[in-house]
């Protein structure tokens, strides 16, 4: 299936209302022949967990702005991993201290994004990590 | 305007120079690049001369500071007279955290407030709500209850400072919560000095702190601005704010034009509850952003406020030249900070706080340089405090009025942008109006549209941006961030817990039950908030009753 496309879930966790990256992104990702399905704002991990499965996506990517990543990134990953979707990739973005990255890497998030990353070092990142 | 005969011999004079002079370096050597724009992506002309403002009329497109159309300033003596408030927004972990933040900053010689407030009380939910786990506290302070706003507010004379609140959908419950600590102190409400955003339509379009549809949130709004029309007359009872617009990816035009799109349909709304236009316009503030780009800005500061005198005078008919000011705090860039050589943003945020003040702001928040990395540290907020105090001291830019004008190059820039509004403005209410434009997305695409085009210009290079795609350097991480507790939750929790156990509970249901009756009709809801709120009713509870009548905003996302 090495034509299929690949089915990315942008999900923006928790209240922040910060969403110029995630819908920049979601295009970004379209043009890069992704399938994108933007969740849209103040998602929960159950929610966003829900649309993985749904959508039987390939990505999980997570935005966040307002400083609650350690607390949402970490409970995605473990949610997918009940729901059996271990092959998940899961990455991050926003404004995310890089004290706090060892962390959330070490809870399965395959990588975080800070701000004035080259967009194709993500959609680079997603095509070589997903899973085939 | 300029004389023919002196045009002509301009005209003459720059095309032998360009055959002569330029065409001879042009010959040898060519420009750094074919063609020009601004950050924004307008043209920019090798040179601007008397030909690029051959039809500036002094007398009506400029005039003098404090007359109209003011595009020279609201005040007839500007910063001769005084300085612009100088107002951080701040707002971090519990009420008492912020309350030792603002004595710092007022001692330092900070002149008025600005209230950041969580997640969580902007979205309308108190600190144990399921959504607000891992927000509180966050971005700004975690105020539930007026309990927690009298710990906020312990020992600031609120007589004497003037304070801003950013609180948009839940705006009537945190000024319901104001008003009563206010006369627990014993100042009665025309002392009261300071701003409320309330400025729901920009939520919906771009900053996400929506709770009610546009009808039901339309109707707080102007509540609110009627109430305070009638019992907070030095109060600015709207912050119709481009801040957030400009952050979320527009361009300087379009930061303006829609922020003015809004302020219209803000003026309608009142209007058609039958207000007469001079009670309130008045009162009507606006909130802007500044980038890097100093003249662009002060030309979109000069444009917005020339065609908003424009709309307040010949749409709505006003005739107090109040009504006609547009009068406006300004933050610098967020968004233009960058967390690479993080220092480099004192520089960006002194240039962007010189363009606010040539452009002539009332009040101004600057950044802290380490706002790309995390909330700002007290070492951080001191320098961008004293950027202001330089600029202000220092810098010359306050001895003469609008420093500027006559520049052929701003001048020409402020003409192009309040085009570039007009289109606008034009094209909006060709649709239906604002809210039209924004249920059809047309202004989010439109933004949307320039935050992409500017992402594709970083990356080709066509933008420099130091220590982001030009000038790299390796860098060691941060450290010495400021960081939250996250067992503030469960304190939060805690506290909400004592009070619901110990207030009175039948006089909160009674004020609760008034409350939503009163919202069911067509009586403004402030009075029934302020008893509620009173009656110790949080955040939660009010904007729950709302939920219940209202219902909930879902957006449609236009990606």
Known sequence: MADKKIKIIVAKPGLDGHDRGAKLLSRIFAEAGMEVVYTGLRQTPEMIVEAALQEDADVVGLSSLSGVHSHFFPKVVELLKEKKLDDVLVVGGGIIPLEDIPELKKAGIAEIFGPGTPTPTIVDFITGNVRS | ????????????????????????????????????????????????????????????????????????????????GRFWTMRQYAGFGSAKDTNARYRYLLEQGQTGLSVAFHLPTQAGYDSDHPLSMGEVGKVGAAIDSIEDMQILFDQIPLDKVTVSMTINAAATV???????????????????GGTIQNDVLKEIICRGQYIYPPG?????????????????????????????????????????????????????????????VDSFAPRLSFFFNVFTNVCEEVAKFRAGRRYWAKVMKE?????????????????????????QQVLNNIVRVGLQTYAAVAGGCQSLHTDSYDEALCLPTEGAVLVALRTQQMVAEESGACDTIDPFAGSYYVEALTDQIEAE???????????????????????QKEIQN?????????????LAYVGVNKYIMEEPPATGLLKVDMALGDVEAEKLKKLRAERDNAAWQKALDNLREVSKTEENVMPAVIEAVKAKATVGEVCDVWRELFGEYRPKEFV
């Open chain 2, 315 to 339: 749409r709505f008919g006003a005739k107090d030249p109040r009504s006609m000011m547009m009068r406006y705090h300004v933050q610098t860039g967020g968004v233009t900070l960058t967390y």
């Open chain 2, 174 to 192: 945190l000024l319901a919560m104001y008003l009563s600590l206010a006369e627990e102190k014993g100042i009665s409400p025309d002392k009261l």
């Open chain 2, 450 to 462: 320039s935050s992409y085009q500017f992402q594709k210009e970083i990356e080709s290079g066509d």
């Open chain 2, 421 to 443: 509004i007009d289109g606008y403005i034009k094209k909006i209410d060709e649709m239906g109006g604002t809210l039209v434009a924004i249920d059809e997305g047309y202004i």
């Open chain 2, 216 to 276: 039901p949130t339309m109707r707080l709004t102007t509540d609110l601005i009627t109430y305070c029309q009638k019992n907070v007359p030095r109060w600015n009872s709207i912050s119709v704010s481009g801040y957030h617009i400009r952050e979320s990816g527009s361009t300087a035009a379009q930061e303006m034009a829609f922020t003015i799109a809004d302020g219209i349909a803000y003026t309608q709304a009142c209007i058609d509850k039958g207000m007469d």
């Open chain 2, 1 to 80: 305007m300029i004389d023919k005969k002196e045009l002509e011999k301009v005209k003459k004079g720059r095309e032998s120079w360009e055959e002569g002079t330029l065409g001879k370096t042009l010959s040898k050597r060519g420009e750094r690049r074919e063609v020009f724009t601004s950050i924004s992506g307008t043209p920019i002309e090798r040179l601007y001369t008397p030909e690029s403002i051959k039809d500036l009329d002094y007398e009506k497109d400029l005039g003098f500071p404090g007359d109209y159309p003011y595009t020279r300033g609201v005040q007839p003596t500007m910063y001769r």
